[in-house]
T-cell receptor, first 111, second 114 residues
Framework: DAKTTQPPSMDCAEGRAANLPCNHSTISGNEYVYWYRQIHSQGPQYIIH???NNETNEMASLIITEDRKSSTLILPHATLRDTAVYYC????????????FGSGTKLNVKP | NAGVTQTPKFQVLKTGQSMTLQCAQD?????MYWYRQDPGMGLRLIYY???????DKGEVPNGYNVSRLNKREFSLRLESAAPSQTSVYFC?????????????FGEGSRLTVL
């Protein structure tokens, strides 16, 4: 599975958009990009995933570059409750569903 | 909907003691996972079970054994606990190979080895 690189931490003002980058330059054509977040010490929570097209749901938007070597998770209007560690994962469907989590990005949403 | 249930939620062991962490899911998922998370660190995969009757090693399997008891249950055993195994353990499940479904996590089991 491709490795991902994320900044260790980011700050965002409450009410502003939070843009979390992820580099996955070795991604292959059949690997999906997934985003999860972990609030405090709870179990991680699924946010969104995509293959090549941009995706949006009620929580966030996922922008994947045309060459698929990087992606950005966008929280359009960050709130204090969005303070969490955000994990970017790439996953091959046929690889028995292994999910490897890296260190993630700690997003600090400030008033 | 219970989702993924882990027991116990908290446990304190002495070095050399053994224990089993239990995990059960009620979503009819095929694949199940055990992760550990050390303070300030990300999650590391210990073992996983792609489907009932199969198990395989993840990133950090040493010191652990697993059993996929049936489709619902996946247990993690520490045969001789060591202080280095002090961690929060998370169980997770997903539909299975080829599926784009998300991973569902339990609330975690906090283990301290003295």
């Amino acid at each position: 599975d491709a490795k991902t690189t994320q900044p260790p931490s980011m700050d965002c003002a409450e009410g502003r958009a939070a843009n979390l980058p992820c580099n996955h330059s070795t991604i292959s054509g059949n690997e999906y990009v997934y985003w999860y977040r972990q609030i405090h010490s709870q179990g991680p929570q699924y946010i969104i995933h995509g293959l090549k097209n941009n995706e949006t749901n009620e929580m966030a938007s996922l922008i994947i570059t045309e060459d698929r070597k990087s992606s950005t998770l966008i929280l359009p209007h960050a709130t204090l409750r969005d303070t969490a560690v955000y994990y970017c994962i790439v996953r091959v469907l046929y690889n028995f569903n292994k999910f490897y989590f890296g260190s993630g990005t700690k997003l600090n949403v400030k008033p | 909907n219970a989702g993924v249930t882990q027991t116990p939620k908290f446990q304190v062991l002495k070095t050399g003691q053994s224990m089993t962490l239990q995990c059960a899911q009620d979503m009819n998922h095929n694949s199940m996972y055990w992760y550990r998370q050390d303070p300030g660190m990300g999650l590391r995969l210990i073992y996983y079970s792609a489907s009932e009757g199969t198990t395989d090693k993840g990133e950090v399997p040493n010191g652990y054994n697993v059993s996929r008891l049936n489709k619902r249950e996946f247990s993690l055993r520490l045969e001789s606990a060591a202080p280095s195994q002090t961690s929060v353990y998370f169980c997770a499940s997903t539909m299975g190979a080829g599926n784009t479904g998300e991973l569902f996590f339990g609330e975690g089991s906090r283990l301290t080895v003295l």
